[in-house]
């Protein structure tokens, strides 16, 4: 026997609510930003804090891999620079944590729910840093990536994300430059240093084609995010994008992109590539990359143990206000 299904009703605004969405929707379509204290629907602030949360988780995980490196930098300059590198990691964090702040969730709530496994991170972090050549790897290939994903979310609609963008940008730009700078070191050392660059190149590319997103068909979020303007290039687009801007880097330092369909297309004026393995992508998104296990056990422990720090802030800021408000009412007395 068939089923009979109905259309859901649509939902009914009231004529006061249906001006503050018109209202909100020309703001968009102008390209004015949407600030915290401004009225948004709901479904606009629920995507905003899941993507910045998980931009902001992403940030926060994506120091542990090259965390890992530190000890073991061949030069104190290297170590010096990634140092620094893994600190505006951080820095990026807590930006974006900020910027989701704003929408009313708190940090707590967010840390929950990613260590809960709630909340997603960039699949990119899942794979293992095997060899120093993954390090510098990451910053031409992961933060070339992230920039090229980044630089259009400087015009999202929501204004505290879009202003955090400008500085992540900057910053993300100087990590693709030393990484880059990093593999070429190598590329141009010995044939030993030269493959080790390339076993990287090989591991890495394809996981950071995946950080773009599903195939535009296939990703059940970009309409919307496009039409409220937090999406600005689809992720086929920043994809082609990335290729397009990547190649002429490899080729220059003598390393080959393990793609077999991969060649120039006169007629896109792009490159045609292969496609990336999509079950692998679900698979780590579901939380089974090589080392997820691992991430989120590391950032559980780095939470509980820094417990005691969070306690001795809020009993000092506490105090601070305590002693704040005695002297503004001996003051007015
Ligand atoms: N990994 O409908 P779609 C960095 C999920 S950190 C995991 O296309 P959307 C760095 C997606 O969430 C850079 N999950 O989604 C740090 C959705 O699931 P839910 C991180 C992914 O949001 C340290 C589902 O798949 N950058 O640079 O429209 C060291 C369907 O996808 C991924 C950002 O976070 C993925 N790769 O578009 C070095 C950028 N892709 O949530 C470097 C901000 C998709 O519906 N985020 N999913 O359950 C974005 O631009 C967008 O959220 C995405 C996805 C393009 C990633």
Redesign the pocket.
Known sequence: MQRMTTAPAPIELSAEDRARVDAFEARVADDQFIEPKDWMPDAYRK?LV???S??AH??Y???L??GNWITRAPTLRRKDILLA??QD?AG?ALYLYCAAETLGTSRDQMTEALLSGKA??????NYPTLTWADIGT??WL??G??IM??VP?QRASFGPYARAMVRVCKE?SF?QRQGYESIMALAQGTAEQKAMAQDALDRWWWPVL?????PDD?????EQ?MRWRI?RES?DT?RQKFVDATIPQAEAIGLHVPDPALRWNEAKNGYDFGTPDWEE?YA??RGEGPTATERISERRAAWEDGAWVRDAAMAHAEKHAALTNTASTAKVA
């Open positions: 995507t899941r993507q910045i998980q931009h992403s940030e995980v994506g120091m891999p090259e590198k893994v990691e990026h997603k991170y960039s699949t990119i972090f990451i910053g992961v933060d990536a992230a994903n980044q979310l993300e990590h995946m950080m773009f997103g599903p296939k990703s059940p979020n970009s995010s999406k992720n920043l992508f780590v998104v």
